[in-house]
């Protein structure tokens, strides 16, 4: 299948190392994704708080410039790909002001047929169209022993109309699971990591790694594993600073999905950008990843069992009722 | 013979005579064929208004009558009343809605006015080409069915029971009871709700008037208002209900446990052969096949070898019953929403976050703990609680309607964990508080006294990461305090989801079964919401209870009640009169294609095997013309809405 690829600044710099994954998990797996000629920015969040029409018009330039027999658009960036959703879905309902954005389009000897395009995120893609039996039937080296933390951030299953469920999504446990590595618990999964707030409040945004790096910790994850270039940087590259300003000791390893993909595909490390991160990763792979099936749990709890005084917890559905 | 027709034009006080210039329509139908009398009155259905019609037809020897008014749903029956008292046939009267399909929609006076005078042509067109006719009667059987062993269905088959009319009770649980009996205090009396519910389940159970068929389910449904056919299935027990006394040998040598997620709502236990509680109705234990040591191995029989009576049937069956009967109560009761579909508020994961109905459980002292509040742990006394209301109602993501229950029952909560834990803080989250019936309201600001902390914000999540050494180990309820306008970050030992009100999971298939509607929520849908919620749009169909919307016991009961009555007025009349508005075939014209039987909503037609012509089952028939558009040979015609009717009409209106 054949996409058109929009990479978003972030992967030029730093998240390189998800540009590096994501092109050699695409070539195993099959995913043909054609990067837009000329593309730019999406504007980020800045600019849809300023000026709604020119940063409409900034990404539409980005849609329009789609070769015009592909029919998606793919992002790895959950803010990119929320951005593109937004002017997608503008044009697409034709209203004042997405007429306007038209015009500009026109303007620049551009234009989009309404309903042409869906926006999708990479993850989505991977899960859902390449899906898990492909990639399970590629896996060399299961990431047995690994515990790791699934992190979507705020934007990638946000606001809820997405491929996953806005508060509880599964789609990255899954994908983690299926490549053989142990899922923690880890309840603030779609919480945000601060975004841009680094860079503005600087203290706002330590509180929020904080809370994501100690649930993870807590939760006994070897890595967290990400889905979004905002989120990685953040809880990467400023751990540290969390660890000055509150006397914590975190050393959590942040990487990509793809990057992941990729070391259970059998692909090397260094070429998936293993070691670009700033708390390196290669320590807990080297102690963790033992290659190794961890022993399968007893199946069939007995469920009928009294014990003790315990009361029975609900089971994992339907609701008891009478 | 020409017709003599009266024409009558309503001022409806302001409500036509504003937009219609009624006396010029009047004016206008005084020159139309045929129109020998043309008047305009205030309130045409007020006592003058109808003597005016009476008069006339009396002293000018009227034989057609226009009304051009308000909608014929109103008072089409007050004119044909009228007509009839006069000596007309009441099907000689005509209506032309001025009211709804003119005035009121119509801004301009000339438009309105020209409207009218034409909805008046058409009128006056169409009713030369009435016919006189008369409404069919068909008999009622006595009996009564009521599906539903919940407080509604109780209280309906006890109304008729005691009035001396035969009643048949299907409950598909072992024992009746419903929801009611899994509650342990009622709000705001705080009645303990099993000594309140018991003697009307014992009532129902010796009740010689009521045949009560337990674990049973209806099947299907045929025949029509008066005379329904019901099969019914009674699953196997394994027990014979003559031999059991009830003395629970059984239960107690059971050696299977098995989480009673149905009765205990997943809070307690029971055995593979159970009778969901002690005052169970009937007491006869049913064995659960799936559970049972002997149905699954083949070996154990250990009720058998200690029942006293030989009450053991390893080789009972379900058994079919069918059951004539004249009126149909369904009384089907509630879903409890299950608060898995909200992933943030952590039920299933988070094992102290309790539903509405295990927390109810929890507080009985028939309970899994005797009436004890504890953690799951079965052990620890919580030292505080978040009550959270308006779990899957009032939110679009889920359900947009109000549950009706949840704000009081949730103070019902507060006030139990006050009364038995009384060193612990309590923490409703709540939208607004709704407590807008007698009693409610003042039960409200008794909790307020006793010193519940109210926080008016929807909880966001229910957390288990802590952020403070305080929320460690805690439950943290995440909400946003809109009357201090500040995030609130609240740590807890348990928490309460006060559950919303859905529909049972087979509410639509049930429906289609008793040939009724549900409305966009699942609900069944009552014939008027305001001035007729018991009955249905199927005749001889009634609803009560939770069935028809989300209600407290005593609106259920109160509906229960008025399903009886109405059931039973039908009854004492021993006939129902039917509308003789109706399809009817033309043998000679039809092919027996039986296109016709396709069509139909109300399953009215039928193929007379012996002759292969199509039938109309007037009893059946609600006269909406589907069948008559679909013939193709033209062989159903349907009286009162005839071709040439209808023509007419439209010439009138198009004044062609």
């Known amino acids: ?322 | 013979m020409a017709e003599k027709i009266g024409v009558y034009v309503c001022h409806c006080g302001s409500n036509i005579a504003d937009a219609v210039d009624v006396e010029s329509v009047a004016e206008f139908a005084a020159t139309l064929p045929g129109v020998i009398v043309s008047r305009h009155d205030r309130f045409m259905c007020a006592q003058p208004g109808q003597e005016l019609i009476e008069t006339d037809l009396r002293e000018q020897g009227l034989t057609r009558v226009v009304v051009a008014a308000c909608t014929p749903q109103l008072h089409e029956l007050t004119f044909r009343r009228a007509c009839s008292r006069a000596g007309l046939n009441p099907y000689l009267l005509e209506m032309a809605n001025i009211r709804e399909q003119c005035s009121w929609v119509t801004l301009d006076r000339t438009a309105a006015t020209e409207k009218a005078k034409a909805l008046v042509a058409g009128a006056v067109r169409r009713v030369t080409y009435q016919q006189p006719l008369e409404p069919h009667h068909v008999p009622i059987h006595p009996r009564t069915l009521v599906v539903g062993g919940g407080i509604a269905g109780i209280q309906a088959a006890l109304e008729l029971a005691d009035a001396g009319y035969p009643v048949t009770l299907v409950e598909r649980e072992p024992s009746i009871g419903g929801h009611m009996a899994q509650l342990d205090k009622t709000f705001p009396t705080l009645d303990c709700s099993a000594c309140i519910l018991t003697p009307k389940m014992m009532a129902v159970g010796q009740h010689p008037n009521i045949q009560l068929l337990s674990y049973s389910e209806v099947e299907s449904v045929s025949g029509y208002v008066g005379n329904f056919v019901v099969k019914i299935r009674s699953k196997a027990r394994y027990v014979v209900a003559e031999k059991c006394t009830g003395c629970e040998i059984c239960q107690q040598k059971c050696p299977v446990w098995v989480e009673d997620r149905v009765f205990g709502a997943g809070l307690g236990f029971r055995k593979a052969i159970y009778s969901p509680f002690a005052q169970a109705v009937p007491r006869t234990p049913v064995i659960d096949r799936e559970n049972c040591v002997y149905f699954q191995r083949g070996k154990c029989k250990a009720c058998e070898i200690f029942c006293p009576t030989g009450a053991i049937a390893w080789e009972q069956e379900d058994e079919f019953l069918d059951i004539e009967v004249g009126n149909i109560i369904l009384a089907t009761g509630y879903r409890l929403f299950d608060p898995r579909r909200i992933p943030q508020y952590g039920y299933g994961r988070l094992e102290n976050v309790f539903t509405s109905l295990e927390f109810e459980r929890l507080c009985s002292a028939a309970g899994p703990t005797g009436g004890r509040i504890v953690l799951r742990d079965g052990m620890t006394q919580p030292q505080r609680v978040a009550i959270v209301h308006c779990v899957g109602s009032r939110d679009r993501n889920y359900n947009a309607y109000c549950s009706d229950v949840c704000c009081m029952y949730s103070l019902k909560f507060a006030h139990l964990v006050h009364e038995r834990l009384p060193e612990a803080e309590v923490y409703n989250f709540y939208i607004d508080i709704r407590s807008s019936r007698k009693g409610y309201e003042e039960f409200y600001h008794r909790l307020l006294d006793e010193g519940t902390h109210f926080i008016r914000g929807k909880v966001a999540r229910i957390s288990d990461v802590a952020e403070t050494p305080e929320e460690e180990g805690c439950l943290i309820v995440e909400a946003e305090d809109t009357l201090i306008g500040r995030q609130r970050r609240v740590p807890v030992d348990m928490v309460v989801l006060s559950c919303g009100l859905e529909p049972q999971a087979d509410a639509r298939e049930m429906a289609r079964r008793f040939g009724i509607s549900c409305g966009q929520n699942g609900f069944f849908i009552e014939r008027h919401p305001k001035l007729d919620p018991i009955a249905t749009t199927t005749d001889g169909v009634f609803i009560a209870g939770a069935c028809q919307g989300p209600q407290d016991i005593q609106s259920a009961v109160a509906q229960g009640a008025a399903a009886a009555a109405r059931v039973a007025g039908l009854i004492s009349r021993g006939e129902v009169e039917l509308e003789p508005v109706l399809a009817t075939v033309d043998e000679a014209a039809c092919n027996g294609c039986a296109e016709c039987l396709s069509v139909c909503p109300y399953s009215a037609i039928e193929l007379l095997e012996d002759r292969d012509k199509a039938h109309v089952i007037a009893a059946l028939c609600k006269g909406c013309g589907v069948c008559v558009a679909a013939c193709l040979p033209k062989a159903i015609s349907f009286s009162h809405y005839s071709d040439a009717q209808l023509v007419a009409q439209v010439k009138g209106l198009l004044n062609v």
């Open chain 1, 1 to 322: 299948m054949t996409y058109a690829f929009f990479p978003g600044c972030s992967l030029a710099h730093t998240a390189s190392a998800y540009a590096d994954s994501i092109r050699l998990v695409a070539e195993r797996l099959g995913l043909d994704l054609r990067e837009i000629d000329d593309w730019n920015c999406c504007g980020a969040t800045a600019y849809f708080a300023s000026d709604l029409l020119a940063a409409h018009a900034l990404v539409a330039r980005n849609l329009a410039l789609v070769d015009g027999d592909l029919d998606q658009v793919v992002s790895p960036c959950s803010l990119c790909y929320v951005n593109l959703r937004r002017t997608q879905q503008l044009l697409d309902a034709g209203e004042t002001l997405g007429n306007q954005v038209q015009d500009a389009l026109a303007a620049g000897g551009l234009g989009y047929r309404p309903g042409r395009l869906s926006v999708r995120h990479l993850l989505d893609v991977v899960v859902n169209d390449t899906g898990l039996d492909r990639i399970v039937s590629e896996v060399v080296r299961p990431l047995y022993g690994l515990r790791v933390a699934p992190y979507y951030g705020c934007l990638t299953v946000r606001p809820g109309t997405g491929f996953d469920d806005p508060e509880q999504p599964a789609s990255l446990d899954q994908l983690l699971q299926s490549l053989g590595a142990e899922v923690v618990d880890f309840s603030l999964k779609a919480d945000c990591c601060g975004g841009h707030m680094s860079v503005v409040s600087a203290e706002v945004a330590y509180s929020l790694l904080r809370r994501l790096l100690q649930n993870a910790t807590e939760q006994g994850a070897d890595l967290i594993v990400t889905a979004c270039p905002m989120c990685q940087l953040n809880l990467d590259a400023y751990q540290h600073r969390v660890n000055r300003h509150f006397g914590t000791d975190f050393r959590m390893p942040v990487i990509f999905f793809t990057q992941a993909i990729g070391l259970a595909l059998g692909l090397s490390a260094e070429a998936l950008g293993i070691g670009k991160e700033i708390v390196p990763a290669s320590p807990v792979l080297e102690e963790r990843w033992s290659g190794e099936a961890p022993a399968p749990e007893r199946a069939g709890r007995a469920r009928h069992r009294r014990r003790g005084t315990r009361l029975p917890t609900p089971g994992a559905e339907g609701v008891s009722d009478g």
